[in-house]
């Protein structure tokens, strides 16, 4: 599976941004997916997970309220749209799949390349 991120760039805090993770040669359908986020210098950190079917997420308690993870399995996507961006979001965001959310945290099977996300103050 190659998954394509998207949509990251440089935006001042308080502003908005969806990222977008795009699978091809096969379906994401059957995964439960993830973003995860390395800020420099830091370790890299979970950010949100979705099932398979969607109806279960997880966030990490610094993005909860702000940041939701959502998928279209027709599309082979999965988003992540952060709002109220601040500049400790400031990373590198990687999407990944895995076999279920919670295995997904600790050992994701596929990783996507990574997209820059820069929060000016």
């Known amino acids: 599976v190659q998954l394509v991120e998207s949509g990251g760039g440089l935006v001042q805090a308080g502003a908005s941004l969806r990222l977008s993770c795009a699978a091809s040669?096969?379906?994401?359908?059957?995964?439960?997916m993830g973003w995860f986020r390395q800020a420099p210098g830091k370790e890299l950190d979970i950010v949100a997970t979705?099932?398979?079917?969607?109806?279960?997420?997880y966030y990490a308690d610094s993005v909860k309220g702000r940041f939701t993870i959502f998928r279209d399995n027709r599309k082979n996507t999965v988003y992540l749209q952060m709002n109220s961006l601040k500049p400790e979001d400031t990373a590198v965001y990687y999407c990944?799949?895995?076999?279920?959310?919670?295995?997904?945290?600790?050992?994701?099977?596929?990783w996507g390349q990574g997209t820059q996300v820069t929060i000016s103050s």
């Open positions: 979705i099932s398979w079917s969607g109806d279960n997420t």
């Open positions: 990944a799949a895995g076999q279920n959310s919670v295995v997904l945290r600790a050992a994701p099977l596929y």
């Open positions: 040669a096969r379906s994401l359908s059957t995964y439960a």
